[in-house]
């Protein structure tokens, strides 16, 4: 593959490809019925914070082994040659659910917004086959980019990844001048804990609605997917994993809590619409504004979007070049001049859109449940490479590169491995 990647370019794909206005905007209705204002902004923090630590223990393996691989490679490094073959044979395919599955989540959310936006400004009726068709666009196009040579895809995720901040701030700034914040309503996103999800149970409907900051900050190694592209990525690798979960804490966390405080003025029926975040947006800029705004909005979603397809290339990818996936040798291709892999991003693209047919069929929470197993999975596949780091085999195989941790790699390694398994377990339970 071709290093043509400047630090620049792939500063650029790290801050694109962080989920917050793709995680944010479609699923903060979620997050608000079943645990209200306060949960929604608690739970985002919580969970970043606890996500920048696994990225730390992330990064420092990184730095060790700066493959396009990953995670998959990093076990086959540490393991003993009794297990290193099958648990990198799991954790590989756990790496290509994960991708794929959180590129579809993506292009359904691009869908959702953009019909939630026809909806809402020009009560347009939205039908399962629209979404679809929505969905199937946006992957197809994503795929066509995906077929540039690496420096065009440096190109086009340097702008994205400016263009994305801005739309971030700029919504943000917008929001909050006309939400009319004063010191009676100032602790409302921080203690207005509310249950409109018909459970008994307040802890556990908010426990079962962790998905929006989860997806947000799901997978942390996309930008890992760039190493073998990327200069010195023993050095840049470690501060764009880091600094992508970072800057996904640092801008989404804002972005909640001014959803928080717009909601503090009573929308009639807004737990009954599809993305009530879109509806709330429409509702405080009003009609044209909020069509520019949500179209800047859908712009930079698109670009998440294809920084996760081209992500989930390089995943299928590498274990296709590692023997890990049938007919691997057919797989293993990279076009002669562009030197991508072009034969696989076809294939990575057909799986992306096949997720959709489970909500075709007439399940609207299908793509819930497919955003919960594209954490689930990517969480399994983090959890078993940090504690091979750990036994005795790893111990022995690991040797650091640029980036450590020094004395607090092992704290550090088994208070995220704890966190990893805890919060896949809470994905698992049925949010109704």
């Given at each position: 593959m071709s290093r043509g990647l400047p630090w620049i370019s792939v500063t650029g794909i790290a801050i694109t490809g962080c989920n917050v206005l793709s995680g944010v905007i479609p699923l903060y209705g979620f997050a608000l019925t079943n645990g209200g204002p306060a949960w929604a902004t608690w739970s985002y923090l919580?969970?970043?914070?606890?996500?920048?630590?696994?990225?730390l223990c992330l990064a420092e393996l990184a730095s060790a082994y700066p493959t396009t691989a990953g995670a998959h490679h990093w076990v086959y490094q540490l393991?003993?040659?009794?297990?290193?073959?099958?648990?990198?044979?799991?954790?590989?395919?756990?790496?290509?659910?994960?991708?794929?599955?959180?590129?579809a989540s993506?292009?359904?959310?691009?869908?959702?917004?953009?019909?939630?936006?026809?909806?809402?400004?020009h009560r347009v009726s939205l039908t399962p086959a629209m979404l679809v068709m929505f969905h199937l666009g946006a992957i197809l196009f994503w795929q066509v980019m995906n077929l540039l040579p690496v420096r065009g895809i440096g190109y086009i995720s340097t702008v994205a990844g400016l263009f994305a901040l801005g739309v971030t701030v700029a919504l943000i700034t917008v929001m909050l001048s006309?939400?009319?914040?004063?010191?009676?309503?100032?602790?409302?996103?921080?203690?207005?804990?509310?249950?409109?999800?018909g459970s008994p149970s307040a802890i556990y409907a908010a426990l079962s609605s962790t998905l929006m900051a989860s997806f947000v900050f799901c997978p942390q190694d996309t930008v890992i997917r760039m190493s073998e592209?990327?200069?010195?990525p023993e050095r840049t690798m470690p501060w764009m994993i880091t600094g992508s979960t970072a800057i996904s804490l640092l801008a989404g966390l804002p972005l909640v809590v001014t959803l928080n405080f717009v909601v503090i003025k009573p929308i009639k029926g807004l737990l009954d619409e599809p993305v009530p975040g879109v509806k709330m947006i429409v509702e405080i800029l009003?009609?044209?504004?909020?069509?520019?705004?949500?179209?800047?909005?859908l712009v930079a979603i698109s670009f998440a979007g294809f920084v996760r397809l081209a992500a989930a290339t390089r995943v299928v990818y590498s274990f296709a070049r590692d023997g890990g996936v049938p007919h691997s040798s057919y797989w293993n291709y990279l076009h002669p001049r562009r030197k991508t892999p072009q034969r696989v991003s076809w294939l990575v693209a057909a799986a992306c859109m096949c997720c959709i047919f489970p909500f075709f069929w007439g399940n609207v929470e299908a793509f819930k449940w497919i955003s919960s197993l594209a954490c689930i999975s990517a969480n399994l596949c983090y959890v078993i490479p940090?504690?091979?780091?750990?036994?005795?085999?790893?111990?022995l195989h690991f040797i650091p590169g640029a980036f450590s941790l020094g004395p607090f790699s092992k704290l550090l390694h088994v208070i995220s491995i704890i966190w990893l398994i805890g919060l896949s377990f809470v994905l698992m339970l049925p949010s109704s």
């Open positions: 919580v969970i970043g914070c606890m996500s920048f630590i696994v990225s393991g003993s040659s009794r297990r290193r073959a099958y648990l990198s044979w799991m954790v590989g395919w756990l790496s290509i659910v994960s991708s794929v599955t959180v590129a993506v292009a359904f959310y691009f869908a959702s917004v953009l019909g939630q936006l026809l909806l809402s400004v006309l939400a009319g914040v004063n010191a009676s309503v100032a602790q409302v996103p921080f203690t207005a804990f509310l249950n409109y999800s592209e990327s200069r010195r009003g009609n044209h504004a909020a069509v520019t705004y949500l179209s800047m909005v940090l504690w091979m780091r750990l036994t005795s085999e790893g111990k």
